[in-house]
């Protein structure tokens, strides 16, 4: 057991940070963080201070340095995201490039030296964010121009890795929550047409859009275009992750309306997996799913994968790619496993995220490889705690195909006006470069009975 005192080391938001760190290396069952003063229990002590240089003391990532190399030592690890604990690589990597993003060599130099991010992470950042500038540079900080967000916060059963805003509502339930969702839509689109905002992006997510039947997905699609529309809308995604919720009709539905990307998530394609994992279809499923939204004229298609999911190696986890990459989708995301608070997994096993660490890092190195060979390109990229590995998700692109609102919400240049249970409203500030927000409560029933008050925070936030 290691003992950490962060007492000399900062106030409590950097001892956060610092604990991020911490569980790089270590497993929680195998640190505690102690007060100045506090029994130790016999823990091995490593006190973490500021280092003595007048300047370097008010370095927070100087005290992470300190900190990754004593932990290296104790355990021989050598975390490939270095000092990184943010959720956003590119967003600092392009901060570190000076003006405009532009000088990207500095910014390597300084993920490697200051950061101690490996080569490989420097350069898969290096060119996600060469791709988001030469494609989407232009209007991020245009103060008028919005993403727009719809939850729909229903699925037909639970995974087991959910921490989402998922729910396994009886049918019935769900029109009252359309009817509420329906209210937020008018009033938001009032206050956007008083204001002038312009859409660039709808993403209609959940949850599982396509889990509303073929009329209620069609009627929100209908009120979705009557709000939100106009012809700076470049890009209409909805989320039909779960193949079982797709049919020829919804499609044609989607088509009709204007979506042209849609998202439909086998997450592996070995049955034995989808089973476990409490999905409810089949590897057989996802293929019917992408040959009916071929038929329909779907331009664009994702696919996630993920990295890490119980009971799968390295092969099953090239198999699941190789079919997926067989279907030829537009755009595909490798995500690594989260193990959040609200999934199933985690109380089976708390520390599943540790345990799979190093096939999951072996699952995306071949996704890289693979997807490389196959003319994908990266072209965002997250982190989320708790993952598998420590490692990020990567969307990828073929065909000049990026999805805009993903690099958007990630960028945090352009305000997301989120609508429904558990969204996540950001207003962007570009003369101070940050952002503000507002939360929707995430339960659906709470949401109907509140709505009320969601309006008046978002009339407060975005349209006074
Ligand atoms: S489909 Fe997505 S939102 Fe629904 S239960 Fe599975 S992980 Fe959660």
């Known amino acids: 057991m290691y003992g950490f005192v962060f007492g000399g080391a900062g106030g409590a938001a950097d001892a956060n940070e610092y604990i991020e760190l911490v569980k790089m290396f270590l497993r929680p069952s195998e640190f505690r963080v102690l007060r100045a003063g506090e029994d130790t229990g016999g823990a091995y002590i490593v006190d973490v201070k500021r280092p003595a240089a007048p300047a370097a003391s008010k370095d927070k990532n100087a005290v992470k340095r300190l900190l990754y190399e004593r932990l290296s030592a104790l355990t021989g690890k050598l975390p490939e995201w270095g ?29 490697r030296e200051e950061y101690y991010v490996s080569d490989a992470k420097t350069e898969l950042t290096a060119r996600v964010h060469a791709l988001q500038r030469a494609t989407f540079a232009n209007a ?23 921490s989402f805003t998922s729910n396994q509502a009886p049918y019935a339930r769900i029109s009252g929550y359309l009817s509420a969702l329906g209210r937020e839509m008018d009033f938001v689109a009032a206050g956007m047409a008083r204001k ?27 009120h979705t275009r009557r709000c939100f529309d106009g012809d700076t809308v470049k890009e209409f995604t909805v989320e039909a992750g779960r193949p079982d919720t797709i049919s020829a009709g919804k499609l044609r539905v989607m088509r009709r309306r204007g979506v042209d990307r849609v998202s439909i998530n086998p997450q592996s394609m070995n049955d034995d997996t989808l089973v476990r994992i409490g999905r409810n279809h089949t590897a057989e499923s996802v293929r019917a799913a992408f040959r009916l939204a071929r038929e329909a004229g779907v331009p664009v298609i994702n696919a996630d994968l993920i990295a890490g ?18 279907l030829e989708p537009e755009n595909i995301t490798i995500h690594a496993l989260a193990m959040k608070r609200a999934a199933r997994l985690k109380e089976q096993d708390a520390e599943y995220n540790y345990e799979t660490a190093a096939v999951a890092a072996e699952m995306t190195r071949y996704a890289a490889e693979s997807l ?63 952002l503000e927000r507002v939360f929707n409560v995430s339960n659906y029933e709470i949401y109907e009975e509140r709505l009320d008050e969601m309006l008046e925070r978002k009339q407060r936030l975005l349209f006074d």
């Open 83 to 111: 000092i990184l604990t943010g959720i956003r690589p590119v967003k600092l990597f392009d901060a570190l490039a000076g003006p405009n993003g532009a000088d990207a060599s500095r910014a390597c130099m300084r993920f």
């Open 140 to 162: 991020a900080t245009d103060e008028n121009t919005v993403s727009v967000y719809i939850g729909i916060p229903f699925c037909p059963t639970r995974c087991q890795y959910c």
């Open 196 to 222: 002038r905002f312009r859409v660039e992006s709808i993403y209609i997510g959940g949850g599982t859009p396509t889990a509303l039947n073929e009329e209620d997905l069609d009627g929100l699609l209908a």
């Open 309 to 326: 999911l119980p009971g799968e190696d390295a092969g099953s986890f090239a198999r699941s790619l190789t079919a997926v990459l067989e």
């Open 372 to 434: 490389e060979k196959a003319s994908y390109a990266p072209y965002y990229l997250y982190r989320q705690k708790q993952t598998a590995g420590n490692l990020e998700n990567t969307g990828y692109t073929r065909d000049g195909k990026p999805g805009l609102y993903n690099v958007r919400i990630m960028d945090e240049r352009q305000t997301v006006i989120a609508l429904g249970a558990g969204a996540s409203t950001k207003l962007y500030i570009p003369r101070e470069n940050r």
